[in-house]
């Protein structure tokens, strides 16, 4: 039992704190606008995902005078043209959740944040893998194709994918057919490998393609120099969040999202 307990130890001594992979993962897939409130982010991205089309508090710390902070977000949001949308981490204080919760803001979609070191050994991704620059249209549209992303959506993620600062690799796997069968965006972003995008074609599930690409980009992350990954899923997703698990990712936080109660 000591050696189990030890061995548990190491695989979570070296993962990042909340605020760290907080801070890698807003880097590695940016906002097309922000605005700044003191430890409050407010960011833009013509709707494209809701991490890049909310606001959220980054220190616990600093959650005075809430309810009108968020009124003043809320509205740049509909300026905007966005819903309002609060992402609620562990780094929102207990002043922000009180008053979320007076304003009537209603919770919706629950994600897990979950971690690993990249001490041990990589195991070597298996199939038809390609590294591309995620600029690159063979990544882009293999990941539109297997996401199913309207022309619009392309170009906003386009621009996305422009506004990365961090070393970043798009990943597809090809099937025997040749055609995509799974795509991810590795970023290593500040030494913490982040992965975005993870999509495998519905078709071909529990055929390995997942496991293929998520072995690439983590071992990716690995040569350019990452000591920890993490990746963010929602919790409903239990085939990807078993695949995760099965790579040696554990469960670090989970955030949510709210939105205003409609009139």
């Known amino acids: 039992m000591a050696t189990i307990a030890a061995e548990m130890t190491d695989l979570t001594s070296a993962l990042p704190t909340t605020l760290e992979i907080e801070g890698a993962c807003l880097s590695a897939w940016p906002a097309i606008a922000l605005v700044h409130d003191g430890a409050?982010?407010?960011?833009?991205?013509?709707?494209?995902?809701?991490?890049?089309?909310?606001?959220?508090?980054?220190?616990?710390?600093?959650?005075?005078?809430?309810?009108?902070?968020?009124a003043r977000l809320s509205a740049l949001s509909r300026r905007h043209g966005i819903e309002?949308?609060?992402?609620?981490?562990p780094l929102a204080g207990p002043g922000v959740v009180a008053a979320l919760d007076r304003l009537g803001w209603v919770p919706?979609?629950?994600?897990?944040?979950?971690?690993?070191?990249?001490?041990?050994?990589p195991v070597a991704p298996v199939g038809d893998i390609r590294w591309l620059n995620p600029?690159?249209?063979r990544w882009y549209r293999a990941e539109a194709s297997l996401s199913s992303l309207d022309a619009r959506t392309v170009e906003t993620l386009k621009t996305l994918l422009s506004l990365i600062a961090h070393e970043t690799k798009g990943i597809v796997v090809h099937g025997r057919d040749g055609t995509p069968a799974a795509a991810a965006l590795a970023v290593n972003s500040g030494g913490i490998g982040i992965f975005n995008n993870v999509v495998a074609d519905k078709a071909r599930?529990?055929?390995g393609f997942g496991t293929a690409v998520m072995r690439a980009a983590i071992g990716w992350t690995r040569e350019k120099?990452?000591?920890?990954?993490a990746i963010q899923v929602v919790s409903n997703n239990a085939p990807a969040i078993a695949l995760y698990e099965s790579l040696g990712f554990v469960e670090q936080y989970r955030y949510h999202y709210r939105r205003p109660p409609k009139a």
């Open 40 to 70: 409050w982010l407010w960011r833009f991205a013509h709707g494209y995902s809701k991490r890049s089309n909310s606001f959220q508090c980054l220190d616990p710390n600093d959650d005075g005078n809430a309810e009108a902070r968020i």
């Open 84 to 89: 309002p949308v609060f992402r609620v981490t």
């Open 108 to 121: 919706f979609e629950e994600s897990r944040v979950l971690a690993m070191n990249l001490s041990s050994e």
């Open 135 to 137: 600029g690159d249209p």
């Open 205 to 207: 599930r529990r055929q």
């Open 225 to 229: 120099g990452a000591t920890s990954a």
